[in-house]
């Protein structure tokens, strides 16, 4: 066996994801209007093409000031970033789980104009 084939399993605990969520998937009404509760609004993602479902439990405070910047500058005019680490399912056949996820929604850069 050449150095080329080698195989090393490594164990983790977890998988850090950094991903970009379309912004229009993002239902407006995610969360319930002030002053009620935000809660902690729940989405699960599945990665086109596998079996792969992950659940993301986030902070609905967060996801209020995401949405108020995506109703505030349009869903085509913003970048909504999610990040957090990927744990394995709790229960056999279960989705996975995205720990201590977060939501961060900022306005993309206006492109500058030529002269």
């Not at 912004?23 to 990665?47: H, M, Y």
Request: aromatic share 0%; glycine share 8%; net charge positive.
């Amino acid at each position: 066996m050449s150095t080329m084939d080698r195989k090393v399993r490594i164990s983790l605990k977890g998988v850090k994801v950094n991903t970009l969520l379309p912004p229009a998937a993002l239902p407006a009404d995610l969360v319930p209007p002030e002053p009620q509760p935000a809660g902690n609004p729940v989405l699960e993602l599945e990665v086109e093409g596998t079996p792969l479902v992950m659940r993301v439990v986030l902070n609905g405070k967060s996801v209020r000031r995401a949405l108020k910047t995506i109703a505030e500058h349009g869903p085509g005019n913003v970048n909504v970033l999610l990040q957090g680490n990927l744990k394995p399912a709790t229960s056999p056949g279960g989705p996975y789980e995205l720990d201590a996820a977060g939501l961060t929604v900022t306005p993309k850069a206006a492109k500058p104009e030529t002269p």
